[in-house]
């Protein structure tokens, strides 16, 4: 089995920083996809942040700027700096991993994080 552990969130002022990490752990042959999304109170879930394979990142409108998405390949690790915080950043932050087991011929299969919570005061 496969297992996603998220860290880092909490309670911070506008315009502070945190760092959120999630880490894989488990039957992993391969990780393709990592990404962060979030949700906020009475709002769908919602993309924030991606890193495949090679590198390449796509990020939100939203936090353009000031959240910056970047990888371990040997943790299987993703992390999510997240600078000048927003009240409207607040929610609960997810990791998403696009993984193929050791048991999978091909394909990958999706598996999420617990979710941490991220609030921001003003």
């Known amino acids: 089995q496969v297992q996603l552990v998220e860290s880092g969130g909490g309670l911070v002022q506008a315009g502070e920083s945190l760092r959120l990490s999630c880490a894989a752990s488990?039957?992993?042959?391969?990780?393709?996809?990592m990404a962060w999304y979030r949700q906020a109170p009475g709002k769908q879930r919602e993309f924030v942040a991606n890193?495949?394979?090679?590198?390449?990142?796509n990020y939100a409108d939203s936090v353009k700027g000031r959240f910056t998405i970047s990888r371990d390949y040997a943790k299987n690790t993703v992390s999510l700096q997240m600078n000048s915080l927003k009240p409207e950043d607040t929610a609960v932050y997810y990791c998403?991993?696009?993984?193929?087991?050791?048991?999978?011929?091909?394909?990958?299969?999706?598996?999420w994080g617990q979710g941490t919570q991220v609030t921001v005061s003003s």
């Open positions: 488990g039957s992993i042959f391969s990780i393709n996809d």
């Open positions: 998403n991993f696009q993984i193929r087991t050791q048991t999978m011929v091909m394909g990958y299969a999706t598996y």
């Open positions: 890193i495949i394979s090679g590198g390449s990142t």
